[in-house]
């Protein structure tokens, strides 16, 4: 085989599963979420992909002649890679869950052969390419290095470049496309009939099938639902409602979390003008909140993914020119540079899925938020939890160790997934005019406050610091 075919041949295949192994954190975060399991089943369905094909190719390359497989197999790969997402939807009808069976189920079956068809062209292409066995090391060096270098390409490109300029879908129908076409040319007259057809109908259904999200970011499925008799509009990211508001009535509170939110907003410096840090924008209601029920506020926001901005803008009813002053970027990186004690209010309302990333749960991260934050200011932090709530125990014995005051409002009694409202200070807070701002705000929740009870609530749980923060494998969901 021609030096410049097999070396072509083996660094877009290994472009190709690199960049299926990227996608597919994309793909399945609106069934499963986006959380280090997530990944972790992901890399290992890939990686036992590679390793059963690159062992059956070998095989295959000694039992026939591997002129004969290669377009049989490109044409295949390309299948399978087109069929990928129609698998993913299909398996998505069933609501498998979140649990890590669940991910592998959903990863296994949209990724797994794809991995194992397209690894196991690589021993048939150095096989076709050794024409000197006092040259084995080296063509089998180069080949290998080439397809490292194809992985390299398939990973950089894909997680810098196209995830951030195309929905997944065109990505996916180029990709099998262009190993179908390379199959098909290199393929024996008659063509491989079976995978062809498989082929074809993987990329119609691709195209034809409809999706989960309205809008498809680097980061999030994004989707805006409207009610046909109220002037409400929910934002769903990943499966998971994260605002609900009127555009034209940033004061309308509808969700529980959002209430609780703007009762503890109340009892800081009430009536006076406020500085507000929101790490997280979502639908930016409560930063538009903040500035409206307080004229001379400002509302600064940390939100990792430019694309909410716009869905902001353009569904939601954020002001162009806007009262929020929005900063695109890792909360964690923007933090460093603000000055100290330039904020009265913080709220950590950052997600993914239904977990906090955990860089922004850290001691160390609160840390920052203190340094940030005025001597009478709030620090509110919202998570989401189940019993029997590992995380947000979790982080408030986090805040505990870094705000001498911290309180928790939730429901008297959780037996599933819900809001917690976390709230440290520097300054004593009034556990009374937390609760009296609750009930004026139509909220039921609970306030506990004391030592004694916040120590109960802890119990055994660990601090989160940079070097130990498992958010992923603490969060119940159900």
Request: with cysteine.
């Amino acid at each position: 085989m021609p030096r410049v075919a097999s070396g072509v041949l083996v660094f877009f295949t290994s472009a190709v599963v690199l960049l299926l192994e990227i996608l597919a954190g994309r793909l399945l975060a609106p069934y499963v979420g986006v959380t280090l399991e997530t990944y972790s089943g992901i890399i290992g369905v890939v990686l036992a992909g590679l390793a059963l094909g690159t062992w059956l190719g070998g095989r295959l390359a000694d039992n026939r002649d591997p002129r004969r497989l290669l377009g049989p197999l490109l044409v295949f790969g390309g299948a399978l890679t087109l069929a990928a997402i129609p698998i993913i939807r299909f398996l998505g009808a069933f609501d498998l869950g979140h649990s890590p069976l669940a991910i592998l189920t959903y990863a296994g079956g949209a990724f797994f052969l794809p991995s194992v068809v397209l690894s196991a062209l690589h021993p048939c292409i150095v096989k076709l390419s050794l024409t000197d066995l006092g040259h084995t090391g080296r063509t089998v060096g180069r080949l290998s290095a080439l397809g490292t270098a194809g992985a390299l390409a398939g990973t950089f490109f894909t997680g810098f470049v196209l995830v951030s300029t195309l929905p997944s879908r065109p990505i996916v129908l180029v990709a099998g496309g262009l190993l179908v076409a390379a199959g098909l040319a290199l393929s024996a007259r008659p063509f491989p009939l079976g995978p062809v057809t498989l082929a074809l109908c993987g990329a119609a259904f691709t195209w034809l099938l409809p999706g989960p999200c309205h809008f498809e970011s680097a980061y999030f499925c994004a989707s805006v639902e409207s009610q046909p008799n109220r002037p409400l509009k929910t934002l769903v990211l990943d499966g998971v409602t994260h605002a609900a508001l009127e555009p034209s009535n940033p004061l309308h509170l509808e969700l529980d979390y959002a209430r609780t939110v703007a009762a503890v907003f109340a009892t800081h410096r009430p009536g006076a003008p406020v500085s507000g840090l929101f790490i997280g924008g979502g639908g930016f209601h409560l930063p538009r909140y903040l500035v409206e029920q307080r004229p001379g506020s400002s509302s600064r926001v940390f939100e990792i993914d430019g694309a909410l901005v716009d869905i902001a803008h353009d569904q939601l009813g954020l002001p162009r020119p806007s009262p929020v002053s929005v900063s695109i970027g890792d909360a964690r990186v923007l933090m460093r540079s603000e000055p100290a004690a330039a904020y009265g209010l913080v709220l950590g309302d950052a997600f993914g899925s239904q977990a906090v990333p955990w860089h922004l749960t850290t001691r160390e991260f609160l840390g920052e938020v203190r340094r940030v934050m005025a001597p009478s200011g709030l620090y509110v932090a919202n998570v989401i939890d189940a019993p029997p709530l590992r995380f947000a125990r979790a982080e408030v014995a986090t805040l505990r160790a870094v705000f001498p005051h911290v309180v928790v409002i939730a429901d008297a009694s959780i037996s599933q997934a819900a809001n917690l409202i976390l709230v440290g200070s520097v300054e004593e807070l009034d556990a009374g005019a937390l609760t009296d701002s609750l009930r004026a705000f139509g909220s039921r929740a609970v306030v506990t406050s004391t030592s004694r009870d916040l120590d109960s609530f802890v119990g055994q749980a660990q601090v989160l610091t940079d070097d130990f923060a498992p958010v992923d494998q603490l969060i119940t969901v159900n």
